[in-house]
């Protein structure tokens, strides 16, 4: 069993930045990672996810040129780097780990671990 254990969120001010981090308890080396969020009375939605060796991060639209996901293999831990935070960026965020077998990224079906989430608020 994976457990994926996220830290970081707090309350920002509008501008302001933030790093989120997710260390797991198995070897992530094999896995795509990804972050999620949901907004209050949202669903989830897709932010962010990195392949299994680091490369080709792809982003949401709302999210491009602001954040950035990397990962660390030997630590185990995917980052989010937020900067230029909005309102809208309000949302508990959650780390994702991803199936094996080539995952669809922006699908919840393809994710097979969840962490338990992070809350980040962007004050005005």
């Known amino acids: 069993q994976v457990q994926l254990v996220e830290s970081g969120g707090e309350l920002v001010q509008v501008g302001g930045s933030l790093r989120l981090s997710c260390a797991a308890s198995?070897?992530?080396?094999?896995?795509?990672l990804g972050w999620w969020r949901r907004a209050a009375g949202k669903e989830r939605e897709f932010v962010a996810a990195i392949n299994r060796s680091g490369g080709s991060p792809y982003y949401t639209d709302s999210v491009k040129g602001r954040f950035t996901i990397s990962r660390d293999n030997r630590k185990n831990t995917v980052y989010l780097q937020m900067n230029n935070l909005k309102p809208e960026d309000t949302a508990v965020y959650y780390c994702?780990?991803?199936?094996?077998?080539?995952?669809?990224?922006?699908?919840?079906?393809?994710?097979?671990?969840w962490g338990q989430g992070t809350q980040v608020t962007v004050s005005s």
């Open positions: 994702a780990q991803y199936s094996a077998s080539g995952p669809i990224v922006q699908l919840t079906t393809s994710v097979d671990y």
């Open positions: 198995g070897r992530i080396s094999e896995h795509a």
